[in-house]
């Protein structure tokens, strides 16, 4: 990649390449015997079109997901399930989480794991009460009370780590034992599957987007924007959007200070981006791109951008006048096409991103007001 300002805001790749699609048929399947499952909606974002300059911007909402605000739970459920399997054997026939609950009782007591800046703990911790184990979630030092309540209110024990989620994350990886199963979204050397099903399990929502675009009569996104915090989420869309046939161009997003992507891609190599990471887009404050997600997002992202926080904030003001209620983290995606589209990066961006007028965007709105209080201090101008 090479830099496109200096210091670079953003990179651009004209080289990304394709990657085979791999997805379990059981996926789709396994989410729907969850609680409340149903398609989250996908809307039209008249404004934010208008603001981009494009055509149309399609918005997934992921505000609410199985009963929590985030999408993370779609990951943390799979791989949870698949790792259960993996430890003890195939479930018998079930209909709802009891059902695994019943199967689960000769095994306990076991305890889910996790680091988290947030809403991966949160699903975290609903997977295990749904499946009647034990959470013990560890975060950052830094995390706001709201997150942390939310965590509790699950029934997890949570744990506060002093240092960044990074340091958060070590700490669970030395919790791993029998009794304690560490479903972490972040891979690092020797764990890989269980993140590998979070990737996985993400696959859902792209699987709705299609059914949902084909229903409407709508056209496949020509350029798609993805948030970032350890990567794996742009993973599973570079995994969707890159696989032969589809090839829309995808965008990474992050925080000013929380930029390991951006530093991994300057150094050709993983780099961490060392705390604190004090940006409001607290699910995306992460130090280390996640080993597994690397090389897609080198390979696969065609741009990838930084922001302030202000951009997120002006991104949740306009999801909000096009009604979807975006948390910080959950409007960064929209921020960075802002940032690359709307600002004076525009016409290097356009180029580079073959975006047109008539160009359809994709936007991942990835949560809701995680942090109610902050969330209508920001829609009402305060920050
Ligand atoms: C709301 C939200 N969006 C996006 C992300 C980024 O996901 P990933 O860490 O897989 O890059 C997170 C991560 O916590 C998040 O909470």
Sequence with gaps: MTPATDPPRAYFNSAVTTFPETSDPQLLAFHRRLPGYMPTPLVRAPHLAAALGVREVWVKDESGRLGLPAYKILGASWATYRELEALFGPFGPWATPGDLAA????????TLVTATDGNHGRAVARVARWLGLGAHILVPQDMVPARIHAIEAEGARVEVVPGTYDEAVAAAARLADARHLVISDTAWAGYTRVPGWVIEGYGTIFREIDAQLRASGGRPPDLVAVQ???????????????APGREARV?????????????????????????????????????QVSPLAWPFLRDGLSASVVIPDARAEEAMRLLARDGVTSGESGAAGAAGLLELLAGELSAQAREALAVTPGSTVLVLSTEGATDPDAYARILRGES
């Design 251 to 287: 965008v990474g997003v992050e925080p000013t200070r929380a930029d390991c992507v951006r530093r991994s891609l300057a150094a050709g190599q993983p780099t961490g981006a060392p705390g604190p990471h004090p940006s409001i887009m607290a699910g995306l404050n992460c130090g």
């Design 103 to 110: 199967q689960l009782r000769r095994h306990l007591p076991l």
């Design 228 to 242: 970032m915090g350890v990567g794996a989420l742009a993973t599973a869309v570079v995994r969707h959007y890159r």
